[in-house]
């Protein structure tokens, strides 16, 4: 088994509103959601998943000097960011990429497939 | 054969022959692709060193993989420091029998292939994974069959295999929901490496035989492999039935030459009737696909005695079949040539121009020989100049230069 991080992009300045222009339809994405997490906890792939707050809410630290150094705003300054991620445990990538697929079309965004490091 | 020094002509024979179905073997004992093809590797430097004084052995293959498959148990023997490591060593090892015989090495073959063509790998990393693993091809060759520096190409090839072993891509054959459209991707990644060969965008060679005839044998594998599968059937035999006219492809001053102008006693009769028979079977089969209809029309091209002869009122029905099956603008251009024969080269202008493919420059050829044939030499002209600027090939550049000085 392996963990996957499957995690949702959207444009940095994306509002909800942005991402679903129609509030039935947004309704709907996080209906298909919240249905897509039941089946994962069903099925014994889930191990942890969250929406986030917009980037512009992050705050980067830096501890590696004497004092810690804070700063507003997003680490990254690409266009687009992180919205949020499914933590899952799959049998390998086919498994793994299935339900990304099935992720993507509940919450109706990309998604990308990143494999954690093993033991 | 770089890594090969000395290697004759016997060993390079079972190089080309053996290498995947070793890698094979060991990548599905091991479940390391690095490993395999390490282990292979030195498995064929050792026997450039033995074979030469002790002969070759009866089963070279055999002899290969449990000779690889030894060198990789003392390499993860030496290599390991956990307990653990050394019980599955010691576990493998126990079912060791060099006599038995090399347990469904097709299987493994079939596994290995689906794998380097995942498609969670770019395109151009799985063309490469395929030639080094299962073709055998060393890192320097497939650097310079596309023509990249050899140190992108190991780069290319080692990333690949990487990505294989951190995001756990599996090694196996895909179950039959996933097979069609994976099948799909293997046979791309083969005819792609033919059509590098068959025509290459780049480079000084207006042919590559070698990628040509690799190709070849990699689809003459996947149909030993998957001799139920029609479309594996009918890469084959476009394959072959191209390349069976690749003698007449050029002329004495590397120049193409069109099909209405090659000298058809230079075909390769064998490799015609090896095809014909395979078009014979998929139309038996009667599940038409893609590469079986591409194959159809060139079966038909090569069953004319003469360009004249040609049945192409039968080639035009087939690029009408194939465009309900993948309706894209280059089939669309494709079955225009097609529509120029049957009903002259005006209804095919028709066609061409409103096709969107202007950074194709077989768009551009296409329409410069229809202007060219319809007496409208200035547009044809400025057509084969579009052409010429969006190809590389020598003998293309040659043929359309030539074409385009021709006239008046």
Redesign the interface.
């Known amino acids: 088994m392996t963990q996957y991080l499957l995690s949702v992009w959207h444009d940095r300045d994306a509002t909800p509103e942005d991402i679903y222009p129609d509030p039935a339809e947004r309704e709907a994405a996080y209906a298909a959601t919240g249905a897509f997490n039941e089946e994962l906890r069903t099925s014994g792939n889930w191990v942890f998943a969250g929406g986030l707050h917009s980037p512009n809410t992050a705050t980067v630290v830096d501890g590696t000097g004497n004092e810690p150094v804070t700063t507003d705003g997003p680490y990254s300054e690409a266009k687009e960011q992180m919205g949020g991620f499914w933590v899952i445990e799959a049998a390998d990538l086919d498994e793994a990429l299935a339900l990304a697929a099935r992720g993507s079309k509940a919450c109706r965004g990309r998604v990308e497939v990143r494999p954690f490091q093993g033991e | 054969m770089n890594d090969l020094p000395g290697g004759d002509a016997a060993i390079e024979r079972v190089y080309r022959a053996e290498f995947g179905k070793v890698v094979a073997s060991l990548a599905g004992r091991f479940g390391s692709l690095d490993l395999a093809e390490e282990m292979t590797q030195e498995a064929f430097v050792e026997a450039v060193r033995r074979w030469p004084t002790e002969g070759v052995p009866p089963n070279p293959g055999g002899w290969l993989t449990v000779t690889a498959r030894n060198k990789a148990l003392d390499r993860l023997r030496r290599e390991s420091t956990r307990q653990a490591r050394h019980e599955e060593a010691d576990m493998l090892a126990a079912h060791e029998d060099p006599g038995a015989p090399v347990t469904s090495v097709t299987d493994e073959r079939l596994r290995l292939l689906f794998t380097c063509c995942?498609p969670?790998l770019a395109p151009e990393a799985q063309v490469a994974l395929t030639l080094r693993l299962l073709g055998g091809l060393t890192v320097p060759e497939v650097a310079n069959a596309f023509l990249v520096p050899e140190r992108t190409m190991a780069q290319r090839i080692t990333r690949a295999k990487r990505k294989i072993a951190?995001?756990?891509?599996?090694y196996r054959v895909?179950r039959d929901h996933?097979l069609p459209g994976r099948l799909r991707g293997v046979l791309a990644v083969i005819y792609l490496v033919f059509t590098e060969g068959h025509l290459p965008g780049s480079g000084e060679h207006g042919i590559r035989d070698d990628l040509c005839a690799e190709a070849i044998r990699l689809g003459r594998v996947l149909r030993e492999l998957m001799p139920d599968e029609p479309e594996v059937a009918g890469l084959l035999a476009l394959m072959l039935l191209t390349d069976a006219r690749r003698a007449a492809r050029l002329d004495a001053g590397g120049a193409l030459v069109t099909l209405d102008l090659q000298d058809r006693s230079l075909w390769d009769r064998e490799l015609i009737a090896e095809g014909h028979a395979l078009v014979r079977e998929c139309l038996r089969r009667n599940r038409p696909g893609h590469y079986q209809l591409l194959a159809a029309v060139n079966a038909v091209h090569t069953d004319a005695p003469a360009f004249a002869d040609t049945d192409w009122g039968q080639v035009l029905a087939l690029y009408d079949q194939l465009y309900a099956v993948t309706p894209t603008p280059v089939v669309a251009l494709n079955r225009a040539v097609a529509v120029a024969e049957v009903r002259g080269p005006a209804s095919a202008l028709a066609v061409v121009d409103a096709l969107d493919l202007d950074g194709y420059h077989p768009y551009h050829a296409t329409r410069a020989d229809l202007l060219r044939r319809l007496g409208r030499a200035p547009e044809a002209v400025a057509a084969y100049d579009r052409a010429l600027e969006l190809t590389a090939n020598p003998a293309e550049r040659a043929f359309l230069a030539g074409r385009r000085d021709a006239l008046p």
């Open positions: 995942h969670a951190a995001a756990n891509i599996p895909p996933e």
